[in-house]
């Protein structure tokens, strides 16, 4: 029996270190529906970790039944063995020991080929829904008659077409594709659609290089030079990237305009053009798994290219015109005038100045008016707290959009002086002084971040919340914990902000004084509004006796959510930690 335990042991090790196997069940309520997610890559990994987040938010959100979650990774880095494949179905079965999953949802290509190869060993009657795949890929596929797929159609000769419209000059396409199996293909699918531009263009092709080789690639190419982002997974030196941080790192340094294929790298250093979107990519997963679950699967549902979309600010440091782009484009991130920059806060505190004065004006008069002078006062406070907003908003743009971009500019002329300055003491000092403009822009981005996030209008609450619950959790011990329920995609800008700023004060308060181990944050929908609860198992504290200061932090959550007509409560005992709940209502029409 020893024998036999440790090699079960043994076993388990291996499926978990060599196959990345990552299952993350949600609790299981009676009645919910179970849905296999297997990724390609893991959940992190771009543009895949969009898909999957929209998917899993939409999917709760439209589903009539509780829904759990059993998320699986493929190991990326290597094709299994069969000891290992074998012991990765052993344990995708033992998960599903008592009934198999009411839906399977693969993500990526890798992803859907090893469900289909393995269907049979593990549970041949459950649909499937295919997703985050090319329409090439997805037409190779043999489906039955209960699944269903939603593929992607990418143009790869329109994204070439964009760069020569934008920039006719250009001599020279350097095209960033990782060494995964997965992208090996697309290498050669690309090579294939790139034929007919042979004579227009040169393609060079750095799937042969690791990420810091390109960096040192794009900051030296020729004149008449444009990058193309294709696809970044795993790089030649087997390095792993998640989301979009190897396309910062090459922003940061490339001497030519990057230009990309999907709606995620917009912001983060691409020009724009015609891109594919995750968002509608993930919301017609949803869809379709919906369907499978109803019995009534759809056909392949293609998601195309959206309008083109571009962003200012890197129109700008090209030198692009506008007047080069497509009939129809969109221009994203392009700051608003001097008079739109400052017109809230002058309008404000002109307003403030004059209910002041007639807040003095009413007293000294008579006393009678009292009730109403504090009337004002509310409405006085309000606006303070959305000229404050405000206020933040834009600094954080400033800085975002001005200040970093002065920067990375500084890290790349640095980066000029260090390359040709190598092995000298100059070249050691510019080398310095490059880093020490990197880490600073990485600063100056993350208080940006701070004072306005802005994925709460890019993704929604919960995933701001998930965020900010990651950087407590990373800075130290404290264990967070982020939990769900039945919350809209789309929230008033208002209510969204209002709650994120609750839960970001009342994090922060723990962090600081509660001395807890453990903070839970539950986010749900209820009495037609949103709650909002945060929970730490620290050192409390007693509610029903007066501070002997008040609390700015505390005044300023209670006056958003005042605003917006919710309720705030504070409950707390000394030794048995504090539970902050918040509750604003939601319009109709939410």
């Not at 997703?131 to 329109?158: C, H, W, Y």
């Not at 056909?299 to 959206?306: A, L, Q, Y």
């Not at 002329?413 to 003491?425: D, M, N, V």
């Not at 749900?524 to 504290?541: E, P, Y």
Request: proline letters at 5%; glycine letters at 8%.
């Amino acid at each position: 029996m020893p024998s036999l335990a440790r090699r079960l042991q043994a076993s388990a090790a291996l499926a978990l270190v060599l196959l990345a196997l990552c299952l993350v069940p949600d609790a299981e309520a009676a009645g919910s529906k179970r849905v296999l997610i297997l990724h390609s890559f893991g959940r992190d990994f771009g543009p895949y970790d969009t898909i999957a987040s929209v998917f899993r938010t939409e999917l709760v959100r439209d589903s009539a039944d509780p829904v759990t979650f059993v998320e699986a990774n493929l190991d990326y880095r290597r094709a299994a063995t069969a000891r290992e494949t074998r012991v990765f179905l052993e344990y995708l079965r033992a998960r599903f020991d008592d009934a198999p999953p009411d839906v399977a949802v693969t993500i990526g290509a890798p992803a859907a080929r090893f469900y289909l190869r393995h269907r049979g060993e593990l549970f041949p009657g459950t649909p499937l829904v295919v997703g985050a795949l090319d329409e090439r890929f997805a037409r190779q596929l043999t489906l039955s008659p209960n699944d269903a797929a939603v593929a992607g159609k990418i143009d790869v000769r329109m994204l070439v077409d964009n760069v020569l419209q934008l920039l006719p000059d250009t001599e020279t396409i350097a095209v960033v594709v990782g060494a995964s199996e997965l992208e090996r293909v697309w290498r050669r699918e690309l090579q294939r659609e790139f034929a007919p531009f042979a004579e227009r263009v040169r393609f060079e092709w750095l799937d042969g290089l690791s990420l810091a080789q390109m960096q040192e690639r794009v900051a030296k190419l020729p004149p008449h030079s444009a990058i193309l982002y294709a696809i970044l997974i795993v790089d030649a030196a087997g390095i792993p990237h998640e989301r979009q941080d190897a396309l910062t790192s090459l922003h940061a340094v490339a001497n030519a305009p990057i230009f990309g294929l999907y709606e995620a790298a917009l912001g983060k250093g691409v020009v724009g053009g015609p891109y594919t979107s995750q968002r509608a990519a993930g919301e017609r997963t949803a869809a379709a798994t919906l369907g499978a679950l109803r019995g009534s699967p759809q056909p392949m549902d293609i998601v195309g290219f959206e309008p083109p979309v571009y962003d200012w600010r890197e129109l700008r440091r090209w030198n692009i015109a506008e007047a080069r782009l497509p009939p129809g484009s969109e221009i994203r991130f392009k700051p608003p005038s001097i008079w739109e920059q400052h017109r809230a806060a002058v309008i404000a505190t002109a307003v403030a100045l004059l209910l002041q004065a007639a807040l003095i004006g009413a007293l000294l008069a008579q006393r009678a008016h009292r009730r109403r002078a504090e009337e004002v006062a509310e409405g006085l406070a309000g606006r303070l707290v959305t000229a404050h907003e405000d206020e933040r908003r834009r600094l954080a743009r400033e800085l975002h959009d001005d200040v970093t971009q002065r920067l990375a500019g500084l890290a790349i002329e640095a980066a000029g002086l260090e390359s040709g300055e190598k092995g000298t003491a100059k070249g050691d000092a510019a080398h310095a002084i490059r880093e020490g403009l990197v880490e600073l822009g990485e600063d100056v981005h993350a208080l940006s971040y701070r004072l306005h996030p802005s994925v709460i209008e890019d993704l929604g609450l919960v995933e701001a919340l998930r965020i900010e619950c990651d950087r407590i959790a990373q800075q130290g011990p404290l264990r967070v914990n982020l939990d769900f329920q039945d919350v809209p995609r789309r929230l008033p800008a208002d209510a969204a902000l209002c709650l994120f700023r609750v839960a970001q004060e009342a994090l922060r308060n723990v962090e600081r004084h509660a001395r807890a181990k453990s903070i839970d944050v539950t986010v749900a929908r209820k009495d037609g509004g949103i709650a909002l609860a945060v929970r730490d198992n620290g050192t409390g504290f007693d509610a029903s006796r007066k501070a002997e200061r008040a609390s700015l932090g505390l005044a300023s959550m209670r006056e958003r959510v005042r605003l917006l007509g919710g309720r705030l409560d504070v409950e707390s005992r000394p030794g048995s930690g504090t539970s902050l709940s918040a509750w604003v209502p939601l319009p109709t029409a939410a």
